[in-house]
């Protein structure tokens, strides 16, 4: 049982390239979100997916874009990137009701270096 | 916007001794949970707290929710250099759309 997939794992790019990091989940959820995480700062969510076909800007979604593939996939693009978006991406899934005990699963990350 | 303010931010403690860390907020959530994330890896579900007043112990750690539901804090009992880890609480309730509010996180020392 797998759980969420996350690739890659750790990426370069230079200011202006664009990059979609992949996100699949195995455990039929129906929730889907992006976060990043920085120093001192914890997570701060992206957007997210509440559902198969819907998606919602979170916190920071500013240089950010999402598609929700399937129920199963989730993937972030960075159209152009700059260095303020260097940081470590977590992509996480939840059931509906996740406050009620289930929580989030998340991914092992991706770091993410723009220069 | 619901905020939850996590303290301390960085704490180093030797082995054996025992430890609190507190999550405070000004908004009522409807259940809050507890993660922990070792290097390099997705933060980890430990508990979820949903009433008021509830204590839940797992092994040699102790969650406690608020009686407000405001709050929360973690104990941990004669800590081990495996406890060494970032932990974070989170925040949730069904009026938020399906998202969880976390703090900004405890970095956790244990030195042998």
């Known amino acids: 049982n797998a759980g969420v997939t996350q690739t890659p794992k750790f990426q370069v790019l230079k200011t202006g390239q664009s990059m979609t990091l992949q996100c699949a989940q195995d455990?039929?959820?129906?929730?889907m979100y992006w976060y990043r995480q920085d120093p001192g700062m914890g997570l701060r969510l992206i957007y997210y997916s509440a559902s198969e076909g819907t998606t919602d800007k979170g916190e920071v979604p500013n240089g950010y874009n999402v598609s929700r593939l399937n129920k199963r996939e989730f993937s972030l693009r960075l159209e152009s990137a700059a260095p303020s978006q260097t940081s470590v991406y977590f992509c996480?899934?939840?059931?509906?009701?996740?406050?009620?005990?289930?929580?989030?699963?998340f991914g092992s990350g991706t770091r993410l270096t723009v220069v | 916007t619901q905020l939850l303010e996590q303290s301390p931010q960085f704490l180093s403690i030797q082995e054996g001794e025992n430890l609190t860390v507190y999550c405070n907020s000004s908004?009522?959530?409807?259940?809050l949970q507890w993660y922990r994330q070792e290097p390099g890896e997705g933060p980890v579900l430990l508990v979820t707290?949903?009433?008021?007043?509830e204590v839940k112990k797992l092994k040699r750690l102790t969650f406690q929710f608020g009686d407000a539901r405001k709050d929360s804090s973690l104990h941990i009992t004669a800590a081990q250099p495996g406890d060494t880890g970032l932990y974070l609480c989170a925040g949730g309730a069904a009026n938020q759309g399906g998202k969880l509010i976390f703090g900004q996180g405890t970095e956790l020392s244990v030195k042998p």
């Open positions: 707290v949903v009433t008021g007043g």
């Open positions: 908004s009522v959530f409807s259940s």
């Open positions: 996480a899934s939840s059931e509906v009701t996740f406050w009620t005990g289930s929580g989030y699963t």
């Open positions: 455990m039929n959820h129906n929730s």
